[in-house]
């Protein structure tokens, strides 16, 4: 185990010891990261570092020692309301990522139905299987049936007669994307919007990695529908800043329609001993930083960045979605809306694809096969990864002729039925390592090529995928 230092170091070695952590990232900066980052260049990640240690110890947990944290959530709610046209009376609050946002939302619609409809059975929420794993988690977390509902396999958008049909009077949340992230398509909100209306349900719109830039992509002339507020029966909408709004991590919005939907959300206790408790969200403590950043990221930026940033990122989409449609073996799942891109291969394996992309310099995301979609590799776009587009789609082409040469699906003879034959409920947890061992992951290594663990893992149900994936973090995370 780590000890500490018997005396402290001083404040060069300490920032020298936590430089040397990086040494294995990925560098972010290149521009051919093409999923987890956000990047609008340095001079906004000046401005928002700047902001956030500027605001690095102020405590946003009581708004009335703190103003300046009350009213740094009170401009960007309103900033996010007024960009996603809330109307006159909406509210919000500031969450720590999409993850929080949408926990609220779905805390928000259970305690809205048992209050407005006095219903005490198990209630459930209503989703297409593209919506964010977020909500799956929340419902776990609050104790509510999931209903996922498959989506149209050649659009990848929420079918809506199939999600009314899931709807029954124990329904308190229904759910669409704007947009999903996997596919980047937006779902039909404002039919979704008509059967919220229609059963008096709460209807929530994940606009987490779309909410801040789609109103740019609208104003540039992308053919979008509508997705916003501005749609009859659109309950709440979640907006993350830390995604293409380029604030550092930690910053989301949720905006709701009204402010009497509010207090379904929030948490107040007064049976303890302590101090006054009460949060509009699930964190209690929280650093100002991140707030600041956020306020600094979109007023550095300002309309004029954002829709500079958005035309290129436009731009980028544009020529890759052609540019991978002119490749053979590549062709892109769905019409994608804003700038995330799913491609797949019916005639290479992808995740062969996604391994020598990674040997040519590049970050692409593979994603696992569910439901309507096959195994394909996801690209969020950034506006730094626009002048690269030509190489990443050279690449892309030569991948797929390294990739054909490669042998396929051998670990997964071995393994597969192995596998495949488990019963989830009754594997022992200590096995796992032992499993793991066998897909060839030992320790807390991966191995450098992930097509053949991939290909295992894709041929798994969710249940097996799950557990394989709870004892590796499992392993991977230990006291050093
Ligand atoms: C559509 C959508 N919803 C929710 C989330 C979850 O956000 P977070 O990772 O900030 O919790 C994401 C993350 O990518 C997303 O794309």
Known sequence: MSQLPAQGLSHDEVMARLEAFRADDINWRSGRAWAYVYDAGEGAQKVCEDAFAGFLWENA??????????????????????????????????????????M???????????????????????????????????ALYLDLEVRLIPVDPHTFKAVPDAMAAAVDPHTCLIVGSAPSYAHGVIDPIADLGAIALQHDLWLHVDACVGGWLLPWFERLGAPLPR???????????????????????GASILVLRDKSLRPHHMYACATWSGYTLINLAVQSSKGGGPLAAAWAALNFMGDDGYEALASRMLTATREIVAGIDAIDDLRVLGTPEMNLIAITSDTVNIFHVADEMTERGWYV?????????????HLSVNPKGQPHVPALLADFKASCEAARALPSGQLKAVLGDALASLDPATVDPSAIPMMLAMAGITGTGLPKRMAEINEVLDALTPPLRELLLVGFVNELYRPE
């Not at 300046?68 to 500031?94: D, I, Q, T």
């Not at 805390?107 to 964010?132: C, F, M, W, Y």
């Not at 997705?227 to 991590?249: E, I, Q, T």
């Open 365 to 377: 995301q593979p994603q696992l096969s569910f439901g309507a979609s096959p195994a394909n590799i």
């Open 104 to 138: 609220l939302a779905v805390k928000g619609s259970r305690e809205r139905h048992r209050r407005v409809k006095q219903d005490n059975a198990r209630l459930n929420i209503v989703l297409p299987e593209t919506a964010h794993a977020a909500f799956q988690k929340a």
């Open 227 to 249: 997705y916003d507020f501005r749609v009859p029966g659109v309950s709440s909408m979640s907006c993350d800043l830390h995604k293409y709004g380029f604030a550092p991590k």
């Open 61 to 102: 947990l009581d708004p009335t020692v703190f103003p300046s944290m009350l009213r740094l959530e009170n401009e960007l709610v309103g900033l996010v309301a007024r960009h996603l046209h809330a109307p006159e009376g909406a509210a919000g609050c500031y969450a720590s990522g999409g993850t929080e946002s949408i």
